[in-house]
């Protein structure tokens, strides 16, 4: 590669900090060899990626171009990797992997039965978290693998691709609440009644784009939510695959406008930490057509 790619990461991360120095820190590298590698980039490039002339250097508009294009390199590096894992040969002693509730997949089973008898001897590690909580999770390397409800941007050092199931997500109140026999219920009406809502996103975007509550309580989980909601404390958000298996009979679905709602799921990872041969296999089975069967295998390939 004619540029390096500590360059080239060093300015996907500043630009996407918003600053070297946080760059630097995420990168455990110090503030003069961030700007000195974005600074011989510019050069390499023969255009200024970056306006210094503020105390909080900006993209220029060609670096904001550029930015797109950097992160097309990196995501082509971090699939290189990938397949230099598959055909290595590499196999991770641990494998972690974080779910969010929102994915429910009518092949998990299958495709979990077919881990277990393709690395019968692996540590497998199975961890729960929601949206920017997950994303931490792979970022940090507690987990090696996330399935988290897709979002519009990742840090640059987070790789995803989406999943081919949805999940759906309405919302939902015990059977004596007040709302439970409203018909066409409005945001307005639901603004007057206390929402129930996951304490990681709230300050985000809400519920997966639930409307805003004069009252709301928290939760870190939606199995949490629904159990709140069971206890008639509120409406909440929360993925019908769980009420279905968990709650029928104690909770009602809301006729509420813009309900239910189809959310994609992303499968994420880290470009830091390239997978194992068990981790490469896992992502590419949850990232097959949901048509395609997965192939249970008695032996490790070789």
Not at 206 to 218: D, F, K, L, V
Request: glycine content about 8%.
């Amino acid at each position: 590669m004619r540029h390096s790619p500590e360059a080239l990461t060093a300015f996907a991360e500043a630009a996407t900090l918003g600053s070297f120095s946080a760059a630097a820190r995420k990168l455990g590298k110090s503030q003069s060899t961030v700007s000195s590698a974005i600074a011989n980039l510019e050069i390499d490039l023969g255009i200024t990626l970056f306006d210094r002339s503020s105390r909080k250097p900006g993209l220029t508009e060609q670096g904001k171009v550029m930015l797109g294009k950097v992160q097309e390199i990196l995501a082509a590096s971090d699939r290189l990797d990938r397949a230099a894992s598959q055909l290595g040969g590499g196999m991770e002693p641990r494998l972690s992997v974080v779910w969010s509730d929102t994915y429910q997949s009518d092949r998990f089973e299958e495709m979990l039965l077919a881990f277990e008898n393709r690395f019968p001897d692996l540590e497998f590690e199975c961890l729960i978290a929601e949206h920017g909580d997950l994303v931490s999770l792979v970022q940090t390397g507690r987990a090696h693998i996330g399935v988290v409800a897709a979002q519009n941007a990742y840090p640059p050092d987070v790789g995803s691709a989406t999943i081919a199931e949805q999940s759906e997500i309405t919302l939902f109140v015990a059977a004596a609440h007040p709302l439970a026999g409203m018909q066409d219920i409005t945001p307005d009406v639901l603004a007057n009644f206390r929402a129930l809502r996951l304490a990681t996103y709230i300050e985000e975007q809400g519920s997966q784009g639930a409307p805003q509550s004069r009252r709301a309580w928290s939760a870190p989980s939606y199995l949490m939510l629904m159990e709140m909601a069971v206890l008639g404390f509120g409406w909440a958000a929360i993925p019908r695959w769980m009420v279905t298996r968990f709650a029928t009979g104690k909770l009602v679905e809301l006729n509420a406008r813009g309900w239910p709602r189809r959310v994609p799921v992303d499968a994420v990872w880290s470009r830091q930490r390239p997978l194992g041969r068990a981790g490469t296999w896992l992502l590419q089975e949850m990232l097959a057509p949901a048509v395609a069967p997965v192939t249970a295998s008695a032996t490790q390939p070789a």
